[in-house]
């Protein structure tokens, strides 16, 4: 018993780790012995103990699978980064780089001068940069177009983004002053026409990327703000937030405004997140006239929000890609999956339920499901899918599905499903064709697994009961 408690752990985490912990379990066991303490010093006890101890020793941010459906899952990490961008990050970092030196011209160097370069050749834009997200990308623009001054912006575009910041404080830690124009649901061009003043120095616009507005609504077209904003001499930015190039680039897009529609309408300044639609690294990009980039550059919070060499590096590598939007939407793992056919996600369904409903206690069948985009979005947009949804009957050791789901949370990888009318789903278009063996793995060690090891059996649910899988509030631009 005791040596099959800790074979994963001699697997997973190597001989010296686990003869540690058992070392460290027997020293606790003989001191509270020697003190009148009662603590089982018999082996499975101490090895049940031992594995416990090397769990807890796990690091916090560790691979899981997400078989969630929900492909930009904030929790989860976002984008997966495509394995040349993930190459080309270890490249760097494993050495010294070129960071900011010239070779060339033995000086020193700009470091965003490679992404910059792709950035104007998939947007049109006469100059770009990047920081490290784009509420940075946010600030940094208010900042250098219009500290101390008004910007003008819509009342329904004053969103919030992640972790509760608001728009209203992202001008207020900028310094600018925050011009409310029109209301909730309208807002037409004279609305931002008497808004205008001599303190004004720009109009934004802002994507409403993490919610859906519908019904008696009204909003301006960017081309008409940026006529109106460069007839008075003042700054046009667009903030799209999910970071869509062009078209095709990714190849699913929705409705989501575009960098390159942007640029065509002539704003100043482009604002998006790398690690959403396209793909990449966190990071924020801004691309827009040499002026407006020009100001940016020179604003001393750059240095503060400048990107590290890996994420750089990664970034250039996922650009490098999408110049192609064929090969990206085979290399870039999300645009993968946000084009994979249904066809293909039936087949692998198919075939994982078969071999799941060949364990003992478990009951497995491919269901119609729909994905989500997710990560502040595309929001209400969904995508057909295919997931394999396991119950009711469940191993005797976890009965419920939130429990099973628990379970399979906190095996080795930890497989992240959810739990939807009491079935654990697991949507394959968020799981890599390759990781279909692996899950088949997890939830056999899963079966297996008996209570008298001693693992806590989440019976309730507990905080995980429900839905906890499916992003309950998608942001969009931290």
Not at 193 to 205: D, F, S
């Amino acid at each position: 018993m005791s040596e099959a408690t800790l074979a994963d752990c001699l697997r997973e985490r190597g001989r010296r780790a686990v003869l540690e912990s058992v070392r460290v379990e027997l020293e606790l066991a003989r001191s509270a012995f020697q003190q009148g303490q009662s603590q089982a010093l018999d082996p499975p006890s101490i090895a049940v103990r031992a594995r416990a101890r090397l769990e807890a020793a796990r690091p916090s941010l560790r691979p899981v699978i997400n078989a969630t459906g929900v492909l930009l899952h904030t929790g989860l990490g976002r984008s997966p980064l495509a394995a040349e961008a993930v190459a080309r990050a270890a490249e760097i970092a494993r050495g010294y780089s070129s960071l900011e030196y010239n070779l060339d011209e033995n000086t020193r160097g700009k470091r965003t001068q490679g992404v910059a370069r792709l950035i104007r050749l998939l947007t049109g834009a006469e100059a770009a940069t990047a920081v490290n997200n784009n509420a940075a990308a946010t600030v940094l623009a208010l900042r250098a177009l219009a500290a101390g001054r008004e910007v003008v912006v819509s009342r329904g575009q004053l969103v919030e983004i992640g972790g509760g910041f608001r728009l209203p404080e992202i001008f207020e830690v900028a310094g600018v002053t925050l011009r409310e124009v029109g209301t909730t649901n309208k807002t037409r061009i004279a609305d931002y026409q008497r808004a205008l003043n001599p303190a004004t120095a720009a109009i934004l616009r802002v994507h409403r990327a993490n919610f859906a507005m519908v019904g008696f609504t009204e909003d301006v077209a960017l081309a008409d703000l940026v006529q109106l904003a460069h007839d008075h001499g003042l700054w046009a930015i667009d903030d799209i937030g999910s970071g869509v190039l062009g078209p095709g680039r990714p190849p699913w897009q929705g409705d989501e405004p575009t960098a390159r529609q942007a640029i065509l309408d002539q704003a100043d300044l482009v604002l998006f997140s790398g690690d959403k639609l396209l793909g990449g690294p966190q990071c924020g990009v801004l691309a827009g006239t040499s002026r407006a980039i020009q100001l940016v550059e020179s604003d001393p919070m750059m240095r503060a929000m400048r990107l590290d060499k890996m994420t750089l590096a990664a970034l250039e590598a996922t650009l490098e890609l999408a110049l192609d939007a064929e090969l990206a939407a085979r290399r870039i793992p999300l645009w993968a999956m946000l084009s994979t056919p249904v066809e293909e996600l039936e087949r692998r369904a198919q075939a994982l339920a078969g071999k799941l409903n060949a364990l003992p206690g478990l009951a497995a069948r491919v269901v119609v499901e729909q994905s989500q985009i997710g990560g502040g979005s595309a929001p209400g947009r969904s995508i057909e899918t295919r997931a394999v949804a396991l119950g009711p009957l469940f191993p005797p050791a976890y009965p419920a599905p939130a429990a099973f789901s628990g379970a399979l949370r906190r095996a080795e990888p930890p497989l992240v499903a959810r739990v939807h009318q009491d079935q654990v789903l697991l949507d394959l278009r968020t799981v890599s064709p390759e990781l279909d063996e692996r899950i088949l793995d997890v939830i056999q060690g899963v079966c297996h697994h008996q209570s008298s090891e001693g693992r806590a059996v989440d019976r309730d649910g507990g905080p995980n009961s429900g839905r906890p899988d499916r992003e309950p509030s998608p942001v969009s631009s931290s």
